[in-house]
């Protein structure tokens, strides 16, 4: 078996249809309270929200193909020889930017990158709310062959839950920000795909903050709420706390 790569960062991209990226972009930008900054690209195509202190982690795009959604780039010392470990895994390589960037797609089929590590290292947590999770949502087929590879790949501990026997949380290094969560679908096949939580201090105040901003309840649970933000992009408010640490 490949060893796990040594992920230094982890990034998570809001991807949007360009034509409702201006509309998704505030929203995100007014929830987090982080301004957006860093514009950048041929066209203003990406941006970054910047937290108030430490290292962002939340990039924006305007994406041309597609409904958009979300996709995480990983953030390494090598991309060709992280890729060459993963590929060993399952994954299949789609394309590179010269020595900086790999596409992959896992073995369920979701995008992401391998990216050349810049230094991001110092994680904030804490606060009313904080991006803090991906949740990766995998048809039943090949939920053993996703749940495998994301858990070798990173080299991070498994941790089930009695209570929702369809839930997987991957125990993050301190230093990373986002936790991995791997849900079983009910659905039989069809493409790996994924959301974002958010971690609350207080999970019905900050329903009420994301519908004030223009987000639409979807379903309610015990332990989280299902939103769609203003594009439509569904995502959780969950009872997680803000300043839960890494391994929780």
Same mark, same amino acid.
């Given at each position: 078996?490949?060893?796990?790569?040594?992920?230094?960062? $982890? @990034? !998570?991209? !809001? *991807? $949007?249809? /360009?034509?409702? &990226?201006?509309? &998704?972009? &505030?929203?995100?930008?007014?929830? $987090? +309270? @982080?301004?957006?900054? *860093? /514009? /950048? +690209? +041929?066209?203003?195509?990406f941006a970054t929200l910047a937290p108030a202190s430490g290292d962002a982690w939340v990039k924006l795009q305007a994406v041309d193909d597609g409904p958009g959604g979300v996709h995480l780039d990983l953030d390494v010392e090598d991309v060709h020889a992280a890729a060459r470990t993963a590929e060993a895994l399952g994954a299949v390589r789609v394309g590179a930017i010269g020595d900086t960037v790999v596409v992959l797609r896992s073995p369920g089929g979701f995008t992401f990158c391998l990216t050349t590590w810049h230094g991001a290292r110092d994680v904030v947590r804490g606060g009313d709310e904080l991006v803090d999770q991906v949740c990766l949502d995998i048809p039943s087929s090949v939920h053993g062959t996703e749940t495998a590879f994301w858990r070798d790949l990173t080299g991070w501990a498994e941790r089930g839950f009695d209570d929702e026997p369809e839930l997987t949380a991957l125990r993050r290094a301190p230093h990373v920000p986002l936790r991995l969560l791997l849900q079983r679908l009910g659905e039989p096949d069809g493409p790996v795909r994924a959301h974002v939580d958010l971690a609350c201090a207080d999970r019905s105040v900050s329903v009420g903050r994301h519908v004030a901003a223009g987000a639409t309840v979807v379903e309610l649970h015990d332990g989280w709420t299902v939103m769609s933000d203003p594009v439509g992009r569904p995502y959780c408010l969950t009872g997680r706390s803000p300043s839960a640490p890494a391994g929780e």
């Open positions: 078996m490949s060893a796990p790569l040594s992920l230094r960062w $982890t @990034w !998570l991209f !809001l *991807d $949007t249809p /360009r034509a409702e &990226a201006g509309a &998704a972009w &505030a929203f995100w930008s007014t929830v $987090t +309270g @982080w301004p957006v900054v *860093d /514009r /950048r +690209g +041929g066209s203003g195509e």
